[in-house]
């Protein structure tokens, strides 16, 4: 049974960057489709963008194009969100997904002026 569990939150100031890890385990991810999600405070969740595992193609919602990347790393069984030029806007709660259908726990991600 496939476990997702993400890492690398915290806080951050406007501009700065941070990497957040989803580490899966149970299983070997194949041909997943790895999407992030987030969730302001206050807001409804929304989705951040996608990974075809392992690296066959991304997708981004359009106020993160050209900040935030999406990798596979197969030896690691991990998938990274690099996030660069954070704005007050990329503050949630920070979810991986697996096909729609396994969920990480989720982790903070707080961005300040």
């Known amino acids: 049974q496939l476990h997702l569990v993400e890492s690398g939150g915290g806080s951050v100031q406007t501009g700065g960057s941070l990497r957040l890890s989803c580490a899966a385990s149970?299983?070997?991810?194949?041909?997943?489709?790895i999407k992030w999600w987030r969730q302001p405070p206050g807001k409804e969740r929304e989705y951040v963008g996608l990974l075809r595992w392992p690296n066959s193609g991304t997708h981004f919602r359009n106020s993160v194009k050209g900040r935030f990347i999406i990798t596979g790393d197969q030896a690691k069984n991990t998938v990274i969100l690099q996030m660069n030029n954070l704005t007050l806007a990329d503050t949630g709660v920070y979810y991986c997904v697996a096909d729609d259908q396994v969920w990480g726990q989720g982790i903070q991600v707080t961005v300040s002026s």
């Open positions: 149970g299983r070997a991810l194949s041909t997943e489709v």
